[in-house]
Nanobody
């Protein structure tokens, strides 16, 4: 049974860092597509970053240069290092996964991710 559990959220001042982690069970993160998505109050859920088993990584324009997505195969986790955080990064962050090797033509298509975690809240104060 595939399960995803996010951790690492919290409150931070603008400009600060935060690291999110998604613990996966029931499959190997190295043989899947995984990503981070977020949803702010009153807004639609949007893609943040994702990667596939070919180690291709994709980032939303709003986080390029500030966020880094990575996998720890030994721990079977997906991580998101967030630096230079801005108040507009405030949202519930969700980990998602799908048991396929490559991301399709639209790497951010949410419907392509079958499994989702419960989310972890990130709040950035100005």
């Amino acid at each position: 049974q595939v399960q995803l559990v996010e951790s690492g959220g919290g409150s931070v001042e603008a400009g600060g860092p935060l690291r999110l982690s998604c613990a996966a069970s029931g499959y190997s993160v190295s043989r899947s597509c995984m990503g981070w998505f977020r949803q702010a109050p009153g807004k639609e859920r949007e893609a943040v970053a994702d990667m596939d088993s070919y180690n291709r990584r994709f980032y939303a324009e709003t986080v390029k240069g500030r966020f880094t997505i990575s996998q720890d195969n030994a721990k079977n986790t997906l991580d998101l290092q967030m630096n230079s955080l801005k108040p507009e990064d405030t949202a519930m962050y969700y980990c998602a996964a799908d048991l396929r090797h490559g991301l399709g033509q639209d790497p951010f298509a949410q419907t392509s991710f079958r499994y989702w975690g419960q989310g972890t809240q990130v709040t950035v104060s100005s």
